[in-house]
C-alpha cells in the first residue's frame, strides 16, 4: 500500500459514515491524484481553475471536482464544464456569474456560501449578515444554474482548540438557522463544509458533513 492510500484510508476509517471526505489534491501532481483514485477515492478538492483543467484532462471522468479556493469572476466560465461543487462563494457577484454561465452552459452547479468564522481579518467570505439579507431577498429561488447546497467556514489558524470549536459551532448553529429560514422543505441544502487537516477531528465532533483535507493525505504542499 502507497502512502497516500494508507493516509486515505487512516482517515476515512476515523470518519462517521455522514461525513464525507474532499481530498485536497491542490499543488500535488496528478499521480498522487490517481493513487487515491485507485484507492477508491472519487472526490478531490482543487483551488485554481489551470490546475483543474489539466488534471481533469489526465484522469477519470468520475471524479466529483470541488472548487475551494478564492474564484474570480473571469474565471467562472471555464471552470464549470469541470466542477460539481464550488465551496467558496464569497460574494453574491460571484454567485450571479456562476448563475448566469451556467445557465448559458446548461449545467447546474452545488454551491456553498463560504462564511466568515475566523477571529482573523479575512479578504474573502460572506458576514452571517450578508448571507441573511441576500437569502431573503430570494432571487435564488428563481436560479437554474446554482443549487445552493449550504455553507463552508475556516476557523482561526490557531493552537486554541477551544478558540476553534467556538467557530465551527457557530458555523453549525447558522446553517442550522438558515435551514430553518429558508429551506426547511430543500434537501439540497445539507452541508456544513468545515474541516481541514488540522481541525477535521474538531469539526467532526461540531457536526461537520464534509471535511476538506489535504497535507494529512497527500504530505506538504511545494507551492
Ligand atoms: C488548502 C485548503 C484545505 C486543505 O488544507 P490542509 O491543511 O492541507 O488539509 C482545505 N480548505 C481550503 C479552503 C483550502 O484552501
Redesign the pocket.
Same mark, same amino acid.
Given at each position: 500500500m502507497t502512502n497516500i492510500s494508507s493516509n486515505l484510508f487512516k482517515i476515512k476509517d476515523s470518519l462517521p459514515e455522514s461525513v464525507r471526505l474532499?481530498a485536497?489534491s491542490?499543488f500535488h501532481p496528478a499521480e498522487a491524484i490517481r493513487e487515491a483514485y485507485d484507492a477508491g477515492h472519487r472526490i478531490f =478538492?482543487e483551488?485554481r481553475q489551470q490546475e483543474i483543467e489539466i488534471k481533469h484532462g489526465q484522469l477519470p471522468k468520475d471524479i466529483e471536482w470541488h472548487f475551494? =479556493?478564492h474564484l474570480q469572476t473571469n474565471k467562472v466560465k471555464s471552470v464549470l464544464p469541470y466542477i460539481h461543487t464550488i465551496?467558496?462563494v464569497d460574494s453574491v457577484k460571484l454567485l450571479r456569474e456562476i448563475e448566469k454561465q451556467a445557465k448559458a452552459l446548461s449545467v447546474r452547479v452545488d454551491c456553498l456560501l463560504e462564511v466568515h468564522i475566523a477571529r482573523e481579518p479575512e479578504k474573502y467570505g460572506f458576514t452571517m449578515d450578508e448571507c441573511r439579507e441576500f437569502l431573503a431577498g430570494g432571487e435564488w429561488q428563481d436560479y437554474q444554474g446554482v443549487t445552493i447546497a449550504g455553507v463552508?467556514g475556516?476557523a482561526t489558524y490557531t493552537d486554541d482548540k477551544e478558540q476553534i470549536r467556538h467557530e465551527f459551532r457557530a458555523l453549525k448553529a447558522f446553517f442550522g438557522e438558515l435551514k430553518d429560514s429558508f429551506f426547511r422543505d430543500d434537501d439540497s441544502f445539507r452541508h456544513v463544509s468545515m474541516g481541514?487537516? =488540522?481541525d477535521?477531528e474538531i469539526a467532526v465532533a461540531e457536526g461537520s458533513t464534509l471535511v476538506?483535507? =489535504?497535507? #494529512?493525505i #497527500?504530505g506538504e504542499?511545494e507551492y
Open positions: 474532499v485536497v491542490k =478538492g483551488s475551494i =479556493g465551496e467558496s463552508m475556516m481541514m487537516s =488540522g477535521y476538506r483535507v =489535504g497535507t #494529512f #497527500f504542499r
